[in-house]
């Protein structure tokens, strides 16, 4: 059978489609769509011909205005304008929600690329083994970070969903609908998003997006290539910026942490709960039916009846379900056993935290609050510590402990630099201890901006954090001395047995944002490569 180019197949499916919807748009009955739409073509075509002709964007205007308007205001006029402006963000949504309701009928979801062309390619070649083998050692982490900019709005972002569906049905009335509220619906947001607005807008996505989709990949490879066994090494891993990190946002406070982590884990709750409830449906089968309802009944307590309380934990959850999987298969002729083979993976991936809460600051930041947390406590410190080498402060920071907590601080930057490592010790003790065990430090220069933020976990009562320190080393000389920073740490006892206890892994992070500053893109991204190469030799 004859298969349409990509490009036909885009304009079939995709263009045609908004060709027509976006008719039905100009047609809706108000005022301000229906004379926006006439006349946003016309000036289209202004604008075209205008700039072919080098005019400005005022000459342009007035000439739009000149041919088709009857002398209006200046009120008139910049209220025209602005209507342009939100009928072509209303556009702009039109055409996403079609191009992701065609996005599998002009793109070959099984073909290069995929994870059952992978599958298919090894299988040929006879390398299975092979990519099991490197499967037990690959890892990709997706990190989502906050643009507020960036952001629709909750109700868009649901009005794209619910139109993405009905063009995918050719819902017509549906369609109609959804255009008419998308006219009604306001873009602005009423004020400024706030950190914990940022993490609502991105758990969405968790929500809407990831949980499906990371779910069904971890699925199929666990069917498919690693023949039913879980894999040995966490393949995918989620993490999460919003309302951890603090580095450039003073309003990220320790109260944002700890309301941005609940979040994350009643959305991952009420995931479950959605898929525990649709599973209740199919399982009505003698012994499971009640394992199943109590499962039900502990979930929709602590996503909707909770004060931070939860009534299930993830160990007895994964254990009822692996009750419910044996009953399905030594009685019940192995009825919807993928259906639950595919929660547990779901929950294996997510567990009860959706994705890891990573705090982040810089260093300079650091260096501060460090300087103040040596001032106020001579007794922890020696009495020369500030005039040491970097080696000797080191050396010194080896043997300090106490339990500092912010109460004893008046310095606000103090207090919340504090406040987020005991922050992070509560999160893992309510969402386990991926949910918030990674603390990144940025514009790392030294190891002496490691050995202080370690020490900050010692001297708050932490004497054994499962938490990685992660520097992030930015500018082009930061890049050119890392290998040496991390010299210095692998070679100190303390710091070897914290890597020890966190299973002799070392995370680091290569940005080049400030090294594209300070050396323009193309050293930035070199000094990287070299980076790596030196790093890798020397861990």
């Not at 000149?66 to 304008?81: G, H, S």
């Not at 342009?84 to 099984?110: C, G, H, K, P, T």
């Not at 643009?147 to 139109?163: E, K, M, N, R």
């Not at 607005?197 to 949980?211: G, H, P, R």
Request: charged share 25%; glycine share 4%; aromatic share 10%.
């Amino acid at each position: 059978m004859y298969t349409l180019p990509k490009i036909e197949q885009f304009n079939q499916n995709v263009a045609s489609k908004y060709n027509i919807y976006n008719s039905i748009f100009i047609t809706l009955p108000f005022d301000e769509i229906n004379n926006t739409g006439v006349l946003l073509p016309l000036f289209s075509e202004v604008c075209e011909n205008g700039f072919k002709n080098n005019q400005s964007p005022e000459e342009i205007f007035d000439a739009f205005v000149l041919k088709y308007l009857d002398n209006p205001t200046q009120k008139q006029k910049e209220t025209l304008m602005f209507r342009f402006i939100q009928y072509i963000e209303r556009q702009v949504v039109l055409f996403d929600a079609i191009e992701d309701a065609s996005f599998d009928m002009v793109n070959n979801l099984e073909g290069a690329g995929s994870l059952r062309e992978l599958k298919e390619h090894a299988e040929q070649n006879n390398k299975k083994h092979e990519l099991i083998e490197f499967l037990d050692s690959f890892k990709i982490r997706t990190v989502l970070t906050a643009h507020p900019t960036q952001f629709y709005p909750g109700s868009v972002l649901g009005i794209i969903t619910d139109l993405t569906k009905a063009i995918r049905l050719n819902d017509l009335i549906a369609i109609k609908q959804l255009l008419a509220q998308l006219g009604k619906t306001p873009f602005i947001k009423q004020r400024k998003p706030s950190p914990f607005d940022e993490a609502i807008s991105l758990i969405w996505y968790l929500e809407n997006v990831f949980y499906e989709t990371a779910g069904e990949m971890m699925h199929f490879i666990q069917k498919n290539i690693l023949d039913g066994e879980l894999p040995k090494n966490d393949i995918l891993n989620l993490g999460f910026w919003p309302g951890g990190d603090r580095d450039g946002n003073p309003f990220v406070t320790t109260e944002i942490t700890l309301k941005v982590a609940e979040r994350l884990r009643t959305s991952i709750l009420k995931c479950y709960y959605s898929d525990v409830k649709k599973l209740k449906r199919k399982l009505t089968f003698m012994g499971v039916d009640s394992i199943i309802s109590e499962l039900e009944s502990k979930l929709y307590r602590s996503v909707f009846y909770s004060h931070g309380e939860i009534f299930i934990t993830i160990e007895e959850l994964k254990e009822k379900l692996e009750q419910i999987k044996t009953l399905v298969i030594n009685k019940h002729q192995c009825l919807y056993l993928d259906e639950i083979d595919l929660l547990l993976n779901k929950i294996n991936l997510f567990g009860f935290h959706f994705a890891t809460l990573d705090i982040r600051q810089n260093s300079r930041i650091h260096a501060r609050v460090f300087d103040t947390i040596v001032s106020q406590n001579p007794t922890i410190f020696p009495e020369n510590y500030q005039s040491l080498s970097e080696i000797e402060k080191i050396a010194a920071l080896s043997k300090v402990s106490a339990k500092l907590t912010a109460e004893d601080f008046e310095d606000e930057m103090t207090k919340s630099t504090i406040g987020s490592i005991i922050a992070m010790k509560t999160i893992q003790k309510n969402n386990g201890e991926k949910s918030c065990n990674r603390y990144i430090i940025s514009n790392n220069e030294s190891a002496l901006h490691v050995f202080e933020t370690l020490s900050m976990f010692h001297l708050c009562g932490w004497q054994n954090p499962s938490v990685d320190i992660v520097p992030l080393f930015e500018s082009v000389d930061d890049l050119e001395h890392a290998d040496k920073v991390m010299e210095i740490l692998y070679t100190n006892p303390t710091y070897a047995a914290h890597l020890k206890q966190r299973g002799n892994e070392q995370t680091i992070m290569l940005g080049f944002s400030d090294g594209t500053k300070d050396g323009g893109y193309l050293m930035a991204n070199w000094g990287i490569y070299k980076a790596k190469e030196a790093l890798t030799a020397m861990s």
